[in-house]
């Protein structure tokens, strides 16, 4: 399974990384390498084997519905590359 | 008072307990050589000023008799563990210039027992390499050369600035991350130890995530006992990480007791690479030696699936890279770069604020991610790796721990790998199955190879076993020669 | 095919059409903080004030489920009659957006905490049909963004990013717009009962996705199109009745239907192409690393269905089997939670006949009339009550009950000091009516003897004896004594 160049635009835009016409090229090359190596996996017999859904044997903790935290919106804007008025802002989107 | 910068961790807190020297001289000490060896490029930020006033207080405190277990000890944290009120970059041109709002778990118990901070070190991108030539910040220099040649030889990665600074003596000990070998491996490169505990050991709140399955903080120091040290502030429960695990923290230190006797020690056969360098394979066999003629018993192993550790890794850890890394768009800290519209900001942004092998590695976690492929990929890696963590569990029923090298290479020059990712990722070969079975893993400085340079081995120890993995690392650690400090040739 | 159905049909150039529906309801789960987070879901704070470093999805930050929203999704599922999953997995749904902090929402994809269940829709004529549910899983709501503050540029609120959601996902089992606008009635009432949500559909905390194909009846499912996050009972009907007329132009002009999200303008009535939506989508969901599965026993799933309180189907059967309703109003009563509770306390203890009468009747009526919500209505339930006893014990006739009903709900007052204050007191005293009868007989011996011809007359006494007495005579003894004196 390798890609192309145009997946790998498409896989750009889904990744939202502007990649240059020319990097396109060198760039399908490389991700092709490593894709390729990691194929062998296909040789592994994994019938009937579990995904991996938990790295220690251990359970999910809930915690209780109380109200610890927020409150303090100046600190979550403030590293903000733009705002106003409280809020984030952005270049406007069109819906 | 450069003489209080060869103490180990150890001694050093002996020496402030005896009133031998304050923590402020300490500090200083430590200031001065991070000042003097900015040729290394150990830090993204130095915080000095910071550190100075921290030694006061623990100075007040060592006076008063209320010093924690890590008091007026000065440590360098990897530029990973976000610090409140000081930058946190993950080396990323993305991160550049955010100040977190809130201070990691980790960094936070260590301030708790005392700790002094020295600075932010460097790092791979996003902890994304292995041998610190990702970072935005520029490479970081191993302190070690090769006898009559200046060429700069990596520190590791991806915690290569804190291991360059712990063995250029310029911390008793730094904080790393490893996710696939980025504390042992570094660890290995520089001659020092570095232990990546148990996942769900060390909480994992306020660390800039790479591929949160695989993450884990541990520490990295000159001696394995200053690891016990460390890793006991470290580490231990934190609500706010729903994958740390509620359990009791061990004296660490206590386990340290030099016997081994009766052990079962297992060599995995699959670990003997065609190809492998001759002293690497030298290096294990003294260790085998070793911790035989301690008194532990050498077991023959098989880890049948290992060889595909490495190929399910570079899918589980891109595919979470991916989506970990969706957050930085430039809308709510970091970087951005104007756009068109929204989408033309966001890619701008992300081109202009990560580097090639982050780059390289989202796309790679992308695709594997996306419709049509997650079956053959991510889902196939997750199932290779439910059979590697079989393959241990089958393995610890009959051993104590698993004896491996840690690194199949001695550090190599700036450059010579850069250009390949995929033997790049070699390095991570010994190190990359205990990240993928959440498994505790230490490397042990054990001997150098024919150019004087530094390798490491590694103990590998069951789930939340590190006493185990310490005790025998500390048998090694007796039972090899020392390792000498790196020639202090930076300092002009 | 039933003639309920035939019913739905619509008519095209070339004949009739089958429109088919189903709804994603996203019900904003009531708890006083958030799915992952410790930050206050309250309503109308300032922008990015209940917002914690994990919903605004700073570095390092990690997640931490809330108990209480995974209680409440399975005492919704419960609801729905469906079956809970011991064991779930929270997925990461990949995408960018302003209001989506972390680049991904936290949803379940392959294995959802509540599956299969069903739904019972009473219409308006009495008639009813299911809705199969497929599913209902936990995820976390989105931010908000604001494009109207600025000429370039929109503003991004995340208060509400990071609130559990349930998304409630119907099988394609509905036939038209009213079945539509019905069957989201009948979920906000099963929320409302569970106290799962609040089913506010203009603080947008309940909203609908609504998915419609068009087909001629009998044939497969055709291509569907999606309107997202409509937040009123109408426009969801607006937009189905729009949506399926467009398709039905569109395949009868010989085109065919485009899968997509389309956007509902409530201004105009009609859906678009949403541009933001237009390039496919490529969620990449996979297990969120940071979570561990979601498990739980059936011994908590049994605790939570016994204290489950009964939810309208059973209400509706009580009404009808206890209390004697018909099944009309019974549905009527239980199609709220506080309309229900308002009935059963006015009922308590009296004829929930006339009770159920008064209730649906003068009362609903009056609330419509005016626009009042069922909680500030001007009426209580005991002050109804009140008014019905004074029917009952003859007090009153039903038709000045009427009278002191809209002084009631205008003023409040009490019905007992209305009818004594306004001297409205039945007359059942018979000398008294007796009286009058003989009095009008008397005044008009030619209607007394055109009665005799037109025994239809009989009710313009009645009448006369009604205006003399002020309306206050108790009518069983005007038309008693009437007929003797007239027939006697």
Known sequence: MSVDTETVRRIAHLARIAVKEEALEPMTGELNTILDWVEQLGEVNTEGVEPMTRVVDTQLRWRQDEVTDGGYPERVTKNAPDGDDGFFTVPKVVE | ?492 | MSEATKSNLLQGVTGDWEVVVGMEIHAQVQSKAKLFSGASTEFGAEPNANVSLVDAAMPGMLPVINAYCVEQAVRTGLGLKAQINLRSIFDRKNYFYPDLPQGYQISQFKDPIVGEGEVIVDMPDGTSFTVGIERLHLEQDAGKSIHDLHPSKSYVDLNRSGIALMEIVSKPDIRSSEQAAAYLRKVRAIVRYLGTCDGNMEQGSMRADVNVSVRRPGDPLGTRCEMKNINSMRFVQQAIDYEAMRQIEIIEAGGTINQETRLFDSRNGETRTMRSKEEAHDYRYFPDPDLLPLEFDQAWVDEIASGLPELPDDKKARFIADMGLSPYDASVLVSDKSRAEFFEAVAEGRDAKLAANWVTGEFFGALNKNGTAIEDSPISAAQLGALVDLISDDTISGKIAKQVFEIMFETGEEPAKIVEDKGLKQVTDTGAIEAAVDEIIAANPDKVAEYKEKPKMFGWFVGQVMKVTQGKANPKAVNDILKAKLDG
């Open chain 2, 1 to 492: 008072m450069t003489e209080l910068t060869k103490l180990t961790m150890a001694e050093a807190r002996d020496g402030l307990k005896a009133k031998e020297f304050t923590s402020v001289e300490l500090t200083q000490a430590h200031v001065e050589a991070i000042e003097s060896a900015r040729a290394l490029n150990c830090f993204v930020t130095e915080t000095a000023e910071r550190a100075l006033e921290q030694a006061k207080q623990s100075d007040e405190r060592l006076q008063s008799g209320q010093a924690g277990p890590m008091e007026g000890l000065p440590v360098a944290i990897k530029d990973l563990f976000c610090t409140e009120g000081v930058q946190t970059t993950a080396s990323s041109h993305i991160l550049e210039g955010f100040v977190p709002q809130y201070e990691s778990t980790v960094s936070a118990n260590l301030w708790r027992d005392g700790a002094v901070m020295l600075g932010k070190t460097n790092l791979d991108e996003f902890a994304m390499g292995s041998s610190n030539e990702t970072s935005f910040f520029g490479n970081v220099v191993n302190p070690y050369r090769r006898p009559g040649d200046e060429t700069p030889l990596v520190p590791g990665g991806s915690s290569g600035g804190s291991s360059a600074a712990v063995a250029a003596r310029l911390a008793l000990g730094a904080t790393g991350t490893d996710t696939g070998g980025s504390i042992r491996q570094p660890a290995s490169f520089t001659g020092i130890v570095g232990i990546k505990p148990t996942y769900g050991r060390c909480s994992r709140w306020g660390i800039v995530a790479f591929a949160s399955s695989l993450d884990q903080a541990g520490p990295m120091t000159r001696t394995v006992r200053d690891a016990a040290i460390m890793l006991g502030s470290m580490a231990g429960f934190d609500p706010k990480d729903s994958t740390c695990v509620d359990r009791p923290v061990p004296n660490y230190e206590a386990s340290l007791t030099g016997d081994v006797r009766g052990l079962k020690i297992g060599v995995p056969k699959e670990y003997r690479l065609d190809g492998m360098p001759g002293e690497i394979e030298a290096l294990w066999q003294k260790g085998i030696n070793w911790l035989k003629a301690a008194g532990a018993e050498i077991v023959d192993v098989s880890l049948p699936h290992t060889k595909y550790a490495l190929p399910a890794y570079y899918i589980v850890a891109p595919a979470e890279a991916s989506s970990n890394l969706a957050r930085y768009d430039g809308v709510k800290y970091g970087l951005r770069e104007e756009g068109t519209d929204i989408a033309d900001m966001y890619e701008k942004t992300r081109a202009a604020g990560f580097g090639a092998e982050v780059q390289r590695r989202v796309m790679i976690g992308t695709y594997v991610l996306s419709a049509g492929y997650y079956d053959a990929y991510y889902l196939k890696a997750q199932k290779v790796r439910s059979l590697i963590a079989g393959d241990f569990k089958k393995v610890f029923e009959t051993v104590d721990a698993i004896l491996t090298p840690t690194a199949p290479s001695a550090a190599f020059g700036a450059g010579e790998k850069s250009d390949d990712p995929l033997s790049m990722y070699l390095n991570d070969v010994f190190t990359v199955t205990g990240n993928l079975a959440g498994l505790p893993g230490i490397s042990v400085p054990a001997g150098v190879d024919g150019q004087g340079l530094p390798l490491g081995l590694q103990v590998v120890g069951k789930p939340f076993d590190e006493e185990m993995v310490l005790k025998i690392a500390d048998v090694i650690e007796s039972a090899a020669d020392p390792i000498a400090a790196p020639q202090e040739w930076w300092k002009a």
